[in-house]
């Protein structure tokens, strides 16, 4: 009897995927025997995923290049082998070949590949494993950033999970929509999801998936303020990990006490408690514990520690921790991760405090161009405007803040945000009359003025309006 290296689920020789968690099984693969439940915590992680939760970032399962390189080989010597005979070319062992080159990171062949065991289980009306390699496809376009195919294939993956009544998969599915909508700031359809994952846990009489379902609806609840019901579930989640000595879900719930206090900003002391409390229970983890796994952890302890240093005037210890948060986020991401570009915004944000308004930019612009790829319209919008606020400190720099603010206000505009829009239109019109270009001046006050109409700002209308009439009449 072989062991899952993913769930730690029992599993057949012969078994080509894992029937318990659906991953893909790589051949001759073997792990000790665990079954506590503290293993299975581990998948409980924040935004990611829910049946990739493993991503290969157990030590202990991880396989060199040469041994994936090896199996990759075996794996082709057969379907060439079966190619010449005339043979059916199974499904599974194009998942497997998927999975191997996913270990490699290598994202184009893994799809390629999932590509064509689709097209095999639909030739056979293999229901449960066409959902599989829609839900697999799903989870490669999603963490290339191509978020409504990922939305797309899930919903394939789900709509057949239903038919066939599998409500344990249905859930994780759920988790996953639940997951890119939340990357693409789609909270109602985040929640949708998210509720709807939770409730058919409760249902269904699933603890584990419950516990995980209620600990990524406390991320939507955050940006809802809904606090009483996040101190509610992370009060049941608290007394869950304790009952199950679940070391990891322990961490994970200390840094998201340590996240709700930071965000009500009432008590910043008792968030920075939490955020020390949970790094120092790294401590137990032991050598055996996965860098990886202690990194999807210590980012964002370390991220919050370094917004409280920068709140506390701190920037020696807030320039340290922002460090750690993006080093850690450098080692489980395969490439750029939008975590990074918080990070880095940040860092930004640090320099300028600091008065290195050469290196804000710098930070500010690599943290633009993570959310750009990412689709994140309004903080592109907004780091651009950053940007041209830092350039126009300096009158030798007006031309740069002129043009960084341009692109910024056509984001607002094409986003239907006025407020921002006519806040910028104001700035600009007071730079090109610093620049002494009245026309470009007076053009932008009265677009500005027209904005604040529709905001119904009467102040600022007043105060356009007399700038246009000194403009027209001086010149």
Known sequence: MRICPFCKSNIEESWYYCRNCNKPLIANLEVPST??????????????????????????TV????????????????????EILGETIPGSLLLEKSSLHYKKRDLVNAEKNLELALKNFQELNDDLNISICYNELGLIQEENGFFDQAIYNFNRSLDILKELKDMPRVIKILNNLGNVYFLLKDLEHA??????????????????????????????????????????????????????????????????YGKLYFIKGEDYDLAYQYFVSA?????????????????????EAYYYLGMLYLIWDNLLEAENSL????????????????????????????????????????????????????????????????????????EDSESNAIVFFEEALNLYENMGHI??????????????????????????????????????DDDSIKLLEEKIKSLSDTY
């Open 35 to 60: 079954r506590s439940f503290g293993n299975h915590s581990e998948r409980i992680v924040y935004n990611h995923a829910v049946w990739e939760e493993d991503e290969e970032i157990y030590e202990n």
């Open 63 to 82: 396989i060199k290049d040469e041994e994936i390189d090896r199996n990759l080989k075996e794996i082709d010597d057969i379907l060439e082998n079966k």
């Open 191 to 256: 929640y949708e999801n998210y509720q709807e994952a939770l409730q058919l846990s409760e249902n269904e009489n699933l603890k584990y998936e419950e516990i995980k379902s209620a600990s990524n609806l406390v991320e939507v609840l955050y940006l809802l303020k809904d606090y009483d019901r996040i101190e509610k579930i992370l009060s049941r989640n608290t007394e869950f990990f304790n009952q199950n000595e679940d070391l990891y879900g322990t961490i994970q719930t200390q840094i998201k």
């Open 279 to 299: 790094l120092e229970l790294f401590k137990k983890m032991g050598e055996t514990t996965s860098i990886y796994i202690r990194a999807r952890l210590e980012w």
């Open 323 to 394: 460090m750690q948060s993006l080093e850690a986020v450098r080692i489980f991401g395969i490439r750029e991760n939008i975590n990074e570009g918080k990070i880095l915004e940040e860092m930004g944000r640090m320099y300028k405090l600091e008065g290195d308004n050469n290196r804000a930019v710098e930070y500010y612009t690599l943290s633009y161009e993570i959310y750009y790829k990412y689709g994140d319209k309004v903080k592109s919008a907004d780091l651009k405007f950053k940007i041209g606020q830092l350039y126009s400190n300096s």
């Open 419 to 456: 407020k921002e829009a006519a806040m910028l239109l104001q700035k600009l019109g007071d730079l090109y009359l610093h620049k002494g270009m009245i026309n470009m001046s007076v053009s932008n006050f009265k677009k500005a003025r027209d904005y604040f109409k529709d905001l119904k």
